[in-house]
């Protein structure tokens, strides 16, 4: 609005003009707002996808890391078992050796209580 001398207001726009402007900007405010929400939507969509994606490949990995676990496991239990052979259980041969371990200490200890003695 322009004041004159008079006193009196002009517009270099009528009523009608500045209402269309206005609604003009106001679209143009909405537009840009909604290219914006657009832009963000993508990038979370976005990263949506490469989470997914990355847990997809972990839970690959986790997988192959157990059937790796798993398949040494079972070469140890074989590679066990076949040094074990026919001679009985590691139990049986655990009770052999713990057996002759205590039959030494104990020959061990009756002669070091016959050394003490003489």
């Known amino acids: 609005m322009v004041e004159t001398r008079?006193?009196?207001?002009?517009?270099?726009?009528?009523k009608e003009q500045q209402e269309k402007m206005a609604a003009l900007?106001?679209?143009?405010?909405?537009?840009?707002?909604?290219?914006?929400?657009?832009?963000l939507k993508a990038?979370?969509?976005?990263?949506?996808a490469k989470m997914k994606e990355i847990e997809e490949e972990m839970v690959?990995?986790?997988k192959a890391v157990e059937e790796e676990a798993a398949t040494k496991e079972e070469k140890e239990r074989m590679r066990i078992e076949s040094r074990e052979g026919s001679s009985g259980t590691k139990r049986d041969t655990d009770a052999g050796i713990e057996k002759k371990i205590?039959?030494?200490?104990?020959n061990l200890s009756l002669g070091e209580d016959e050394e003490a003695e003489s």
């Open 6 to 14: 008079s006193g009196l207001d002009t517009s270099p726009n009528t």
């Open 102 to 106: 205590n039959e030494w200490v104990a």
């Open 60 to 62: 690959k990995k986790k």
């Open 25 to 39: 900007v106001k679209e143009n405010r909405e537009r840009k707002e909604r290219e914006k929400q657009a832009k």
């Open 43 to 48: 990038i979370a969509d976005e990263q949506a």
